[in-house]
């Protein structure tokens, strides 16, 4: 089953004659919804995660440029750019302060847009005094290549004041989230957790399966596969005499780190097997 | 050492009280000049080699917009975007056909700037008749999950026209390249050779040696590893007594696929130990 399968048709407008791929299987039994992420936090995590974007700036003739820059942020989630004049983006950065970073999930394989991006948009800041020594101290300590030319006079240190944030979370799954609570919110503690997911892949599928049977309402698993995990659980894909279907299962409260996510994961199996017994 | 080590210091201005690290060690002998890709073979090549890359549209209140955007190309290089009016990119084009779009390197590890991206800026235009049949089956073809969604009415395809292009290979190495020349040069069919350089390092240090002690004229090399291959030839980092440098070797004639790569490095070999011995 690809995440096209799952793709919500929302506002989408499919002409006649276009036929849908099947909807998942619904569950057996009704569970109640469990916690994820908020945009917010999607947003602040996926911009924790990474080190590089794509920056638009206003190029001189209006069009609009795409570059890529590495960027760290402030503890509010603003980044913090530091580029020279001698490049196009540096240049228009100082010409016109309006600005966006997109920040996206690393993809390998056939579908690139089946995960997580964000695009921070606002304007861009040259910080001065203690904020300008914070910026600089913060930016040369996540890109160690910097601390070379940061100190060319052709490089200045910029802050993006976030506006407006745009999340998108693959098919169908995106959110708009306002500069307050793109401030406000954390990010996930937990980060990439793709090793956790391999390796509950590879070694746990029962404990997995009976996470799936005991909590998610398909009790008709026949097995489960994880497909990403965060602070406040992991995501599943079921499999069902009836089809497969993306599913979920929550951790009794929010964990703090990766160590946290194994504790959590092995007391859902305990539970979970309580409840098949 | 790394790429910073060996960044051209160029028009950066450098103030007073920074102090640069070394050059590297020139060689011991003068050799001639070793063919490399152009910076429009160099942009053709990217574009090629990647399905995913950062478009900068113009928002409605005047921001830049970055987002992230499958793209295939046609045979002259312009890159084809298939996008909904329902993302604020696609409301974006529809408005206002100025645009770029930026592709780079996927880069692992500490120096996120090391290594290649193309901007290719100009305007989209909407494909019709035959081309639009031509930018859809390249889309659907290589972009499979797009075979769904791109039948949907609020999706379009668009034909980024590229009328300027930007390369920056890494510290200090970029080009601008026109509109006509990188239409007509040819994506390098080595492509990524990365899986060939890794093989290079691990089996065959021996003749990587040689090679750069009968060509570079590092001929007190005490150790080469391979930092890159094309079509033209191999990037290496030599280590002698008097520092490290990074230098080249190049082949004969031009490699056309990785079969000729491995038969290339194989004759290179052969004809290094004909002059050492």
Redesign the interface.
């Known amino acids: 089953m690809?995440?096209?399968q799952t793709?919500p048709m929302?506002?989408?407008?499919?002409?006649d004659g276009?036929s849908?791929?099947p909807a998942p299987p619904p569950p057996l039994e009704d569970v109640e919804p469990v916690q994820r992420r908020t945009p917010a936090e999607e947003a602040r995590t996926l911009v924790a995660q990474n080190?590089?974007?794509?920056?638009?700036?206003?190029?001189e003739d209006?069009?609009?440029?795409?570059?890529?820059v590495?960027y760290v942020t402030l503890d509010d989630g603003s980044p913090v750019l530091c580029v020279?004049t001698?490049?196009?983006h540096g240049r228009n950065l100082q010409r016109d302060q309006?600005?966006?970073?997109?920040v996206?999930h690393?993809?390998q394989g056939?579908?690139?847009?089946?995960k997580g991006?964000v695009?921070l948009?606002?304007h861009v800041e040259r910080p001065e005094g203690e904020l300008l020594e914070t910026a600089r101290a913060a930016y040369i300590d996540k890109?160690?290549?910097s601390s070379?030319?940061a100190?060319?006079?052709?490089f200045s240190f910029w802050v993006l004041r976030v506006e407006r944030v745009?999340w998108?979370g693959g098919?169908g799954v995106m959110d708009s989230v306002d500069a307050a609570s793109y401030a406000a919110a954390e990010p996930d503690p937990v980060g990439d957790a793709g090793g956790a997911v391999s390796h509950l892949n590879a070694d746990h599928a029962d404990a997995l399966l009976s996470m799936a049977r005991a909590f998610t309402g398909y009790t008709d698993a026949e097995s489960a596969r994880c497909t990403g995990a965060d602070r406040y659980g992991l995501d599943l894909m079921v499999a069902t005499p009836r089809g497969t279907a993306p599913t979920r299962v929550g951790f009794l409260e929010p964990v703090q780190d990766m160590d946290g996510l194994r504790q959590a994961t092995i007391e859902l199996t305990r539970r979970a097997e309580a409840v098949l017994a």
């Open positions: 690809t995440d096209l793709m929302g506002d989408h407008r499919v002409p276009v849908l791929p080190r590089v974007g794509a920056l638009a700036s206003l190029s209006g069009v609009p440029w795409s570059s890529l590495a020279s001698l490049a196009e309006r600005a966006s970073l997109m996206s690393r993809v056939p579908d690139p847009l089946a991006r695009t948009a606002g890109v160690p290549s070379l030319y100190l060319f006079d052709d745009r998108v098919y």
